[in-house]
């Protein structure tokens, strides 16, 4: 199974808005909603913050949300913060029942 | 408030078998899946495999001949068998928590490295 593509890199200013795209297939991203976002701090545990496309943990903010558009899901981070810096990873369910990774997006707040 | 605590040997020689075991505190093993994640150095996650609490289990294709996660007796811990390592598994190894029929990675360990040399 292939890697989910994701921008190596992101960044905007404090207040703004900004979206990570994960580009998947037919037999993964396109096929199910089971696609989850996954916030990590080097050195810390990583902390789920999107899962089955659009739905947020307790806890998690309303600033950050999901959606999925065929083979591409994506995260809004609105009103970024400068906590929100991070690496961010989408996962999704695939059609031979396994999970697969996103590359990872660093997001920097400028 | 579930927490999950990975332990195990932080070197291990190439060739040999990574073993690795997550603690589960305060929560019970039933109606989740149990994963383990790694993250080699400057790179991103892989996904590795889980075991759900029935114990069936999925693994990454392209580890599954080497790979065995397991539910331990007394079903407050789960551990990972990495066979026949190289220096190509060195990595940080998380564990993980998933509900059942979603996407829901929500609880994870802090991590442990590996190093295999």
């Known amino acids: 199974q292939s890697a989910l593509i994701q921008p190596a890199s992101v960044s905007g200013s404090p207040g703004q808005s900004i979206t990570i795209s994960c580009t998947g297939t037919?037999?993964?991203?396109?096929?199910?909603?089971?696609v989850a976002w996954i916030q990590h701090h080097p050195g810390r545990a990583p902390k789920l913050m999107i899962y089955d496309v659009n739905n947020r943990p307790s806890g998690v903010s309303n600033r950050f949300s999901g959606s999925k558009s065929g083979n591409t899901a994506s995260l809004t981070i609105s009103g970024l913060q400068a906590d929100d810096e991070a690496d961010y990873y989408c996962t999704s369910f695939t059609n031979i029942g396994t999970y697969v990774f996103g590359i990872g997006t660093k997001v920097t707040v400028l | 408030q579930v927490q999950l605590q990975e332990s195990g040997p932080g070197l291990v020689r190439p060739s040999e078998t990574l073993s690795l075991t997550c603690a589960i505190s305060n929560g019970s093993i039933s109606n989740y899946h149990w994963a383990w994640i790694r993250q080699p150095p400057g790179r991103g996650l892989e996904w590795i495999g889980y075991?759900?609490?029935?114990?069936?289990?999925s693994y990454n294709p392209s580890l599954k001949s080497r790979v065995t996660i397991s539910i331990g007796t007394s079903r407050n811990q789960f551990s990972l068998k990495l066979t026949s390592v190289t220096a190509a598994d060195t990595a940080v190894y998380f564990c993980?928590?998933?509900?059942?029929?979603?996407?829901?990675?929500?609880?994870w360990g802090q991590g442990t490295m590996v190093t295999v040399s």
């Open positions: 075991v759900s609490y029935t114990g069936d289990t």
């Open positions: 993980a928590r998933a509900i059942t029929g979603t996407s829901a990675y929500d609880i």
């Open positions: 037919s037999h993964d991203v396109g096929l199910y909603k089971y």
